[in-house]
């Protein structure tokens, strides 16, 4: 159906159960002067629907994204501990992190494992796969309610545990991933960010640390599923690699990993639970040139499908807030 909010250029959203909410601008407007217009009214779409897809605006260049961020009225959110490389493309707007295009990159969350976090994730298409590469968008209140009691009644008592280990010359470096050089500097953020630190022979450094994994929105209340548990298993790893991997480091020794909040191992048929409960809300945002996407990152987890060709991402974190600011079920601790 269509919605018709209120504004001096009327903005009409098509609003489908269980998808974004879309609006299709018919004109060619300066993008931040139009998003500044309807702010109020995006900003209710989000918050309702979870995510917004304005098509036609278009925002073709990253400049573009950090004024509209501007215009939302919203700071950057910088990236506190990246999983994976990216190229910062304009003030506070940086590429898709690299990820290999065969592989599909399954819902998870901006900085789900921190303390703070951004609440709105501004995306721009800039250049659209020649095939594949639709967002893949998934919504935590459903999810949550999708999953097996028994098993979100324990993540609920427990939070979970995500350990995370660096070696040298074997994936992305400490340095990369904190945005620092010196052990100090890394024993520093670790010790602000409530993250557990051990060195071990070699240079190789090891993280632990435990987060909620069902928050409740700072902004609207809801409950949402709001955690990486099933993005950095170790099931999530093909299973000719997870073996060798399990073979050369052992148990404990796996570039990441999670687990339940005591400690406990997560086996797979729990790892299955959790992905068929984001299968059950996922819902696939094909990409086209200058499309931009007001995605909120507790209400919505989001990945990608595989994609051949060019495949440009423009992403501006925005919003910052602290996991206190959203009633965690375990208080978050190292």
Same mark, same amino acid.
């Given at each position: 159906?269509?919605?018709l909010l209120p504004g001096r250029d009327p903005l ?7 998808? %974004? ?49 501007? @215009? ?45 976090? %951004? ?48 070696? &040298?010359?074997?994936? %992305? ?8 050089? $010196? ?8 010790? $602000? ?41 170790? =099931? ?11 073979? @050369? ?61 060019? =495949?440009?991402?423009?992403?501006? %974190?925005?919003?910052?807030? &602290? ?12």
């Amino acid at each position: 159906m269509n919605a018709l909010l209120p504004g001096r250029d009327p903005l009409r959203a098509e609003v489908v159960p269980g998808r %974004p909410a879309t609006v299709v601008v018919r004109r060619r407007p300066d993008p931040a002067a139009w998003v500044g217009e309807h702010r109020e009214e995006l900003d209710a779409l989000v918050r309702r629907h979870g995510a917004v897809l304005i098509a036609g605006l278009p925002v073709t260049r990253p400049s573009a994204v950090a004024a509209v961020r501007g @215009a939302l009225g919203l700071p950057a959110a910088g990236w506190r501990e990246r999983f994976a490389a990216g190229r910062e493309l304009a003030d506070g707007v940086w590429s898709a992190p690299e990820w290999p295009a065969d592989r599909e990159q399954c819902l998870h969350h901006d900085e789900g494992y921190g303390v703070e976090f %951004p609440l709105l994730l501004l995306i721009a298409c800039l250049t659209p796969a020649n095939s594949g590469g639709a967002m893949l968008l998934g919504d935590t209140r459903a999810a949550l309610d999708a999953l097996p009691a028994g098993l979100v009644a324990r993540f609920r008592a427990e939070g979970w545990r995500f350990d995370r280990t660096f070696r &040298p010359h074997f994936g %992305p470096s400490w340095s990369e991933a904190f945005g620092v050089d $010196e052990p100090a500097a890394v024993e520093k953020v670790c010790a $602000e960010r409530l993250i557990g630190f051990q060195w071990l022979p070699d240079g190789v450094l090891r993280l632990t640390r435990r987060r909620s994994a069902v928050v409740s929105h700072p902004v609207t209340g809801d409950e949402c599923w709001f955690n990486d548990v099933g993005f950095f298993s170790r =099931w999530s790893v093909d299973t000719t690699e997870r073996n060798l991997l399990l073979s @050369a480091f052992g148990e404990r020794g796996l570039p990441f990993d999670t687990w339940f909040g005591d400690g406990g191992a997560i086996d797979e048929a729990a790892w299955r639970s959790i992905l068929d409960a984001y299968d059950a809300v996922t819902v696939r945002l094909p990409w086209r040139a200058g499309d931009l996407l007001l995605l909120d990152n507790l209400l919505t987890a989001h990945g990608r499908e595989p994609y051949a060709g060019p =495949w440009q991402l423009a992403v501006a %974190p925005a919003d910052p807030v &602290p996991l206190t600011a959203c009633r965690p079920t375990v208080t978050p601790s190292s």
